[in-house]
């Protein structure tokens, strides 16, 4: 059956490349002309408006993007999480993306701004519009106190997402993992992640909350499941950006999903109080050596396996990698998930 259903896919994929791929050499789109364009990534449709009243921008450019993005957020969730997307691009003048934010309106809706001089090396860095998709796919908490589900969520699985999609290395996350993870262990005095609203609390701890998570539910489930079992659960019982819900709601749904209770026991040890990670001693036990701001990655570790299924994903969920990437072997292609769709700025 999913193969049957990955074939369709890639029938239709094809035929929507040579039917449109032909555009994407497109003119820039020009200051002060926006142009709303659609791509399809696994039957949702994403309507991307490039806003260039500040400085034009290179529409093919924008648009592949895009679809690295979306691409990447389908191989860690399965889907697109949303059925309709809106994303606004505003360029301005400079380069590199900046000041991403994603509301739960009009299905699922993200500002963005673009520099015009961006480089092909400055979009494939990019990790922020990964970021932004990545909230479609969790419901809004009802309470500011538990904003750092939100966006640890995003930051602990945009760069796995990126993996998965063959878009990003995991040396490379491992490396920046072991760099930025201890902002988020908490001080003594701050008191939890409920009541501990710093930069570092929100985003970091966050993050910390979601590898411990990780990590435990692969221990308890001899690796047969991941955190990413637990949240395309809580996406597919109706808990995108669009719905509200509690947090309580939000961790039952996820762990009944995976039958361990670890998302609800690590929340009411955190939420409260401030709870320390020996983070060395787990990268040792991951198999993860850092020295001179890289890592190495030792097969042997004790937990070598779970650190491979966290960048890959395991047994049939394994997404096949992207072609053109390192990992991606001779008979391993497949067409972009996400397809262009139309249209193109006027040519003057």
Avoid at 24 to 50: H, N, Y
Avoid at 128 to 133: A, G
Wanted: hydrophobic content about 40%.
């Amino acid at each position: 059956m999913v193969r049957m259903a990955f074939t369709l896919a890639l029938c239709i994929s094809i035929v929507l490349w040579f039917c449109v791929g032909p555009s994407l050499a497109g003119p820039q789109t020009g200051k002060g002309d926006p142009v709303t364009s659609t791509v399809i990534a696994a039957g949702s449709r994403i309507d991307v408006t490039i806003n260039t009243d500040e400085a034009s921008i290179s529409q093919p450019s924008v648009i592949k993007w895009v679809q690295n993005a979306a691409d990447s957020v389908i191989a860690y969730y399965g889907r697109f999480p949303v059925p309709r997307y809106t994303l606004r691009v505003i360029a301005f003048d400079g380069s590199g993306v900046k000041h991403g934010t994603t509301w739960g309106r009009m299905g699922g809706l993200t500002r963005i701004y673009v520099g015009s001089k961006s480089s092909a090396e400055d979009f494939g860095d990019d990790w922020m519009l990964t970021h932004e998709m990545i909230h479609l796919a969790f419901p809004s908490m009802m309470g500011e106190e538990h904003h750092w589900i939100e966006e640890g969520l995003s930051v602990y699985v945009e760069p796995i997402a990126r993996i998965r999609a063959g878009h990003w290395t995991a040396l490379q996350m491992w490396s920046d993992l072991v760099h930025d993870m201890p902002k988020g262990e908490p001080r003594l005095d701050d008191e939890g992640l409920d009541h501990t609203h710093t930069w570092a609390s929100t985003y970091w701890g966050g993050a910390l909350f979601c590898f411990l998570a990780d990590v435990e539910i692969r221990k308890q489930t001899k690796n047969k499941k991941g955190l990413e079992d637990a949240l395309r659960a809580i996406l597919n019982a109706g808990g995108d950006i669009n719905e509200d819900w509690s947090i309580e709601k939000t961790f039952k749904t996820g762990d009944e999903a995976i039958g361990v209770g670890v998302l609800e026991k690590l929340y009411s040890e955190w939420k409260d109080k401030p709870v320390q990670v020996d983070l060395d001693a787990m990268w040792k036990q991951l198999g993860i050596a850092p020295g001179g701001g890289t890592v190495r990655l030792n097969e042997d570790a004790p937990l070598s396996a779970i650190r491979r299924a966290i960048e890959k994903g395991s047994g049939a969920e394994k997404p096949v990698p992207a072609a053109g990437t390192a990992s991606a072997g001779p008979d391993e292609w497949r067409a972009p998930i996400a397809i262009f769709a139309g249209r193109t700025p006027r040519v003057r």
